[in-house]
């Protein structure tokens, strides 16, 4: 695990307030009243003397866990510069659960409630990575992608990942109650390039279109009529797919003057692609 020393927390989010004012500190507004800096003592001769600065700033004890996940991405065979720099910009434990913030920065997916899942960075990245290797981009190793689809919002962290790629990022989330949170969890950021709609993403959203790529969080039987209509010539569309053999694999479609072309990748595992909203 990445925790060590100073960073190092375990048990409940109250327990975290007290042992550990690091990153999470700021995920909890009430962590802030216990400490000697809090509005309720300024102005006052504290009568104990405030207690020494803690090591690490939090933004420093989360920057060296996230650069450490980047890391490992990069040795995994992560190699877009793009990539890794969006992963290592955007604050994974902003998007999950207080009580799961210690796992943030690990290769794992995460619940955000209703059932579904934040994917894990290794496939969020991997994905990212294929979207930016479209036909209008190869040899373009600095260029952002142009607009973006991506279908299954979910918490908005990869939403987040994808704004730092993408000029303009459309995330659909059919979950109104993750849709509304992943409002909340993107208020922090101010992202005026990134724009949340709640709908039904099998149909895709024809306002935004055409886009440059097309990225599914979720996995249905094959990829819909209207994302590939929705995408523009040059543009490429990642997703799972329900695979032959039962399971879900990554297929990619490029879109080029010529046709499409379809390429079936490695196995994954994604929660379902589901039609209407609820
Ligand atoms: N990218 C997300 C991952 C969320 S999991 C993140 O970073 O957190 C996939 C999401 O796809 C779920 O929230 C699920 O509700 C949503 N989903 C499934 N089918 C959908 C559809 N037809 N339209 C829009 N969202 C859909």
């Not at 991997?126 to 981009?137: F, K, S, V, Y």
């Not at 142009?146 to 990869?158: D, F, K, N, P, S």
């Not at 949340?196 to 599914?216: E, H, R, S, W």
Request: positive net charge; hydrophobic residues 45%.
């Amino acid at each position: 695990t990445w925790a060590s020393g100073a960073m190092r927390w375990s048990g409940s989010p109250t327990d975290m307030a007290t042992q550990r004012p690091g990153f999470p500190a700021r995920l909890a507004p009430t962590v802030s009243a216990s400490t000697p800096a809090s509005s309720a003592l300024r102005g006052r001769q504290p009568a104990v003397p405030p207690k020494p600065p803690v090591p690490s700033t939090p933004s420093m004890a989360s920057d060296a866990v996230r650069a450490r996940m980047v890391q490992k991405l990069a040795a995994q065979g992560i190699s877009d510069a793009r990539v890794l720099r969006a992963m290592g910009a955007v604050e994974r434990h902003r998007f999950v659960d207080s009580a799961l913030v210690n796992q943030a920065y690990e290769d794992t997916s995460l619940p955000i409630g209703l059932g579904q899942t934040i994917s894990k960075p290794s496939v969020v990245a991997r994905m990212i990575e294929l979207l930016l290797a479209a036909p209008a981009l190869t040899g373009k190793p600095q260029d952002r992608l142009g607009r973006v689809l991506e279908i299954g919002t979910g918490c908005g962290y990869q939403a987040a990942v994808l704004n730092h790629v993408a000029t303009e990022v459309y995330s659909i989330e059919r979950l109104r109650g993750l849709h509304e949170r992943a409002r909340t969890n993107l208020r922090h950021f101010r992202l005026a390039t990134v724009h949340l709609m709640f709908g039904d993403g099998m149909v895709g959203y024809a306002k935004g279109a055409p886009y440059a790529g097309i990225i599914a969080a979720a996995g249905g039987e094959a990829v819909p009529e209207a994302w590939i209509e929705q995408l523009a010539v040059g543009g490429r569309i990642v997703a799972p797919t329900h695979s032959a053999k039962g399971g879900q694999a990554l297929v990619v479609i490029d879109k080029t003057a010529r046709g499409l072309e379809r390429l079936i990748l490695e196995a994954v595992h994604f929660v379902p692609l589901k039609s209407g909203v609820a």
